[in-house]
């Protein structure tokens, strides 16, 4: 039985979930979603978030996903129906643009035109970013501690503005001042995020997480050297070329986890609660990469081991008569099948794993300040995450 | 005998140990440190599910309300299971049912209205305001990117220009637009292909098939065909279904999500509209064929006689039915051109001597249109 924590010792994240309720959860609201068409993904993705938030429990006390499948529903046909409505006047207006302005002499022609009209979703940037604020907002509003509700106040707008400025800003200096975005976005989420009636408050500043950029850092020179190398087909270049990608894709995920860490150390919550982590990057890194490569040898063992089946069952069909062609529907059915196999696999071996990690190393401070955090009111948001959810938004769960 | 269990009153962020007892109904949550005793009917009672915890933890709820009551040993967790009878019963919400149907009807009245209303309206609307010269500019890049899908045949280029036969074309095309007020001036160009087929693209631009003339029984077929093909010119579909597409491919992305039956679902919607569309436009632009054959003098019973081919043709299963699949139910539009001959002269749209010349088109041929 859990006892009340020590008034002096933090109380330190706790991650109990298995990997195989966790799978056949996923497998089997996946088998559901295929069927329905798609339909079912709103309850679905409800289910997975109880089970994941269910297995964090932090002195004893898990957390409570109270989100609904339903509302999850309503909440994407409303964004259907806004997005749908602003997509069509967008691209017609676009389409009569592309077709007033028309110039073949322009370099590019038509080739060029397509190209702007494919692209032109570009317009809904600041769209991705006030999705992602109203997505965070229904998931914190809908998560409890303890019986206590966490919560955002609006402001999705602003972000949306915000996001797009400091991308134009990380872009346009070349990644430098990604820090920058990081931190500032970040802190305009957390300032705006409580915890019952405990307002969170991010601090520090952003020059603090060019730390977290070190291994990124480091791994532009290794790469500016490795690359031109390998064009000129020097000995042992590519050697050096996976070398310095290594290093890239690990000083990725080192950024993203440090600066997790870095900024969680400055937020502070209510009077005085200090949140803390300190997760580890390399097990991050091995934890993401390691588990992404077990998702692709399951799935392509599977798909060899389809494909061997099949060879020994129908030699070679004919494509162009039925009768052959027909023979395929077994080998796409279990395409079909591998492909529903992807998001659960992922789900044990990536995300779990993962999310773990970061639970178990993160920590609250003095803890029975909490005690005296008192409730906050519901958040209703009709619309859910459903402007996420139809902007395919996805996010690990 | 009174079990153990923590009690969140959903008010302030503690845990309150407290006894539990069932009794006459009621599950009785004696707080230990405060004196007092809540009762939850055991009827309403209900255990949170999808819990990562299975036997060791159960978290009890009233629907609705934030306290919970949380079991943490084994036979707590046993014992509350039987007490309470409806722990793993949904909470029925009758409303929810409704409004999701409501909200599903709604936004699929909306999704409608956007479609099949006011995207054509705009696109219309939207198509008027293209300058003629930038339509025009865009329909020959347009004519000259769909010439590339087609392969001229050995030794020879892709499009036709035998002068005679151009201007036998030029002359039909003057005779049926005589009077008909266009909003550009038509260009005709002969593509040196085998589809019998002829389509409009933006901007007054008309090309028609070498197979059409090949396939052709007089000159008057030509000319029927022809002047369909003008009622798109004179309608400006070419520019109003581009940009009605791009607006219905814009709702129906979004609308799909990212689950592949949902995907196909919108592919088979889209073709719906687009070839709705089409229909409209098709019978639009065959009352303004039969209308300038007449004006021309011309009897349409030539479009009769030709789709009534066509029709026999598609049904052998030939690629015409994949080429003529947009288009109204052939037999349905040679009845309606055969009524429409009933009123009209006949005089030959053209001497026999420029048809010869106008078959012969393909006679010389060029890279450029």
Avoid at chain 1, 185 to 195: G, H, I, K, T, V
């Amino acid at each position: 039985m859990a006892t009340e924590p020590e008034a002096g010792s933090p109380l330190q994240g706790r991650y109990s979930g298995s990997a195989s309720a966790l799978f056949w959860l996923a497998l089997r609201t996946g088998l559901l979603t295929v069927a329905t068409l798609g339909l079912y993904r709103f309850w679905a993705k409800t289910r997975i978030r109880r089970k994941l938030w269910s297995s964090i429990d932090p002195g004893g006390d898990a957390l409570e996903y109270t989100g609904t499948g339903t509302e999850k529903f309503l909440g994407f046909l409303i964004a259907v129906v806004v997005l749908g409505s602003l997509a069509a006047v967008l691209a017609v207006v676009l389409s009569f643009l592309g077709f007033a302005l028309f110039r073949p002499e322009a370099p590019g022609g038509l080739t060029a035109l397509n190209l702007v009209l494919q692209n032109a979703g570009a317009i809904f940037a600041p769209l991705y970013f006030f999705a992602a604020y109203r997505a965070r907002r229904y998931l914190l509003s809908r998560t409890t501690w303890r019986g206590i509700r966490f919560g955002m106040e609006p402001g999705a707008w602003g972000y949306a503005w915000r996001g797009c400025l400091y991308a134009a800003l990380t872009g346009a200096s070349l990644g430098l001042l990604w820090p920058l975005m990081t931190f500032r976005l970040e802190a305009y989420l957390c300032d705006r995020s409580w915890f019952g009636d405990a307002r969170l408050r991010q601090g520090g500043r952003w020059t603090m997480l060019y730390k977290a950029m070190t291994p990124l850092l480091l791994s532009v020179p290794a790469l500016a050297l490795a690359v031109p190398a390998w064009v000129a087909g020097l000995p042992f270049s590519s050697l050096l070329l996976l070398g310095a990608g290594g290093v890239f894709a690990y000083g990725l995920v080192h950024y993203r986890v440090e600066s997790f860490a870095i900024m969680a150390r400055h937020k502070t919550a209510g009077q005085g609660i200090r949140l803390g982590a300190a997760p580890r990057p390399r097990v991050v890194a091995l934890r993401y990469y390691g588990g992404w490569a077990a998702v692709a040898a399951v799935i392509g063992l599977c798909g060899l081991a389809l494909l061997a089946g099949f060879a020994r069952i129908v030699p070679m069909p004919d494509l162009d008569d039925t009768a052959g062609a027909a023979a395929l529907v077994p080998l796409l059915a279990g395409g079909l099948a591998l492909y529903g196999l992807v998001s659960p696999l992922r789900l044990v071996f990536v995300t779990q794993p993962v999310l773990a990690h970061l639970v178990r190393h993160a920590w609250v401070e003095t803890p029975i300040l909490l005690t005296s955090v008192g409730q906050r009111p519901g958040d209703a948001m009709a619309d859910a995450d459903g402007f996420a959810d139809a902007l395919d938004l996805g996010g690990a769960f | 005998m009174a079990h153990r269990g923590w009690y969140l009153d959903g008010e302030r962020a503690g845990r309150f140990a407290a006894r539990v007892t069932a009794a006459e109904g009621m599950l009785e949550i004696a707080l230990e440190d405060a004196d007092e005793t809540l009762r939850w009917p055991l009827e309403e009672i209900r255990a949170l599910g999808d819990t990562a915890a299975g036997q060791e933890r159960l978290v009890l709820r009233l629907p609705g309300q934030d306290p919970r009551l949380v079991l943490e040993d084994a036979g707590t967790v046993a014992w509350a299971r039987s007490a309470c009878p409806k722990l793993t019963a949904r909470s029925r919400d009758p409303a929810g049912l409704r409004r999701v149907l409501l909200w599903s009807g709604g936004a699929a009245a909306v999704l409608a209205l956007l479609l099949f209303a006011a995207i054509p309206l705009l696109s219309n609307r939207m198509a008027r305001w293209i300058p003629p010269a930038a339509e025009a500019r865009l329909g020959a890049a347009i004519r000259d990117q769909a010439g590339l899908f087609f392969d001229a045949p050995e030794g020879e280029a892709r499009w036709c220009s035998d002068r005679a036969g151009l201007a036998a074309l030029g002359k039909m095309a003057d005779r049926l637009t005589r009077g008909a007020d266009l909003p550009y001036p038509l260009e005709i160009a002969v593509l040196n292909a085998p589809a019998v087929n002829a389509f409009a693209a933006p901007g007054g631009h008309v090309v028609v098939m070498r197979g059409l003339l090949d396939g052709a029984e007089s000159a008057e077929e030509v000319a029927a065909v022809l002047a369909h093909e003008l009622g798109h010119v004179a309608h400006r579909d070419p520019a109003r279904l581009a940009l009605r597409s791009a607006g219905t491919a814009a709702v129906l992305g979004l609308a799909a999500g990212d689950v592949m039956g949902a995907a196909a679902i919108a592919a088979a919607a889209r073709a719906l509209s687009d070839a709705h569309y089409a229909r409209d436009a098709e019978t639009a632009a065959d009352a303004y064929a039969a209308e300038r054959l007449a004006a021309a003098g011309v009897s349409p019973a030539a479009l009769a006689s030709f789709f009534d081919r066509m029709a026999a043709e598609a049904g052998g299963g030939s690629r015409l039915a994949a080429l003529f699949a947009s288009h109204p139910a052939l037999g349905e539009r040679s009845r309606a051109a055969r009524e429409a001959a009933a009123h009209s002269a006949d005089r030959p749209v053209l001497s026999p001597a420029e048809w010869a010349a106008l078959q012969q088109v393909c006679r010389r041929t060029r890279a450029r249109p």
